[in-house]
């Protein structure tokens, strides 16, 4: 299946990419972070050692637990700091 | 984009926006407003500019599930959030949270509560320019412990 994944913020700029499309068969966020973390150390210390690494499945937080779909867009983001 | 929640790069009119808010309702009693705006200055730095970046989509998304929550939990004639994006200098007007109800408690409490769940849950971010080079504001623990109050 494929995923839509957004990078935002500082993870944008760790891993200089905003978006991508991947055909992956990760069930969960967790087993899709696993996968981009396998890609060297930048993606591994930005992703997978990062305590405060936040995510959303389709606009909605998410946890790693959380399972994916066909199509479904999944982001990564730092805590948020509007307001 | 729900007309009482904006996401915008344009500057906004507290005035116009409060009439707005009001207009032709003769059940409100009660108008709080919450303005939020760039300081110049940031743990100890000079902020020369400030730059907001969002997830368009989700932020829209979380900011009417706020104010959705806020209708549940109090009772609220109107409200209305604006919460701006891109370069913004010092003394710029960032956010705008407004809340109208018949007496002034449900107001001032909702006010609270929606300014208190945007920070620590629409997907915005600072990045600012300071004298040593740019960066992303850090999130505050007071922010999560303001927000988790209204969770008691």
Known sequence: MNVNILYFASLREQLGTAQETLTTEAATVGALLEELCSRGPQWQQALCDNPHLQMAVDQTVAHRDTSLRDGAEVAFFPPVTGG | ???????????????????????????IGAVVTFVGTVRDINQGDTVATLELEHYPGMTEKALNEIRDEAHRRWHLENSLIIHRVGPLQPQDQIVLVATASRHRQDAFEAAQFIMDYLKTRAPFWKKEQTPDGPRWVDARDSDRAAAERWSQ
Request: glycine share 4%.
């Open chain 2, 1 to 27: 984009m729900s007309e009482w929640v904006r996401v915008q790069t344009e500057d906004f009119d507290l005035s116009t926006e409060v009439a707005r808010l009001r207009a032709g309702r003769a059940d």
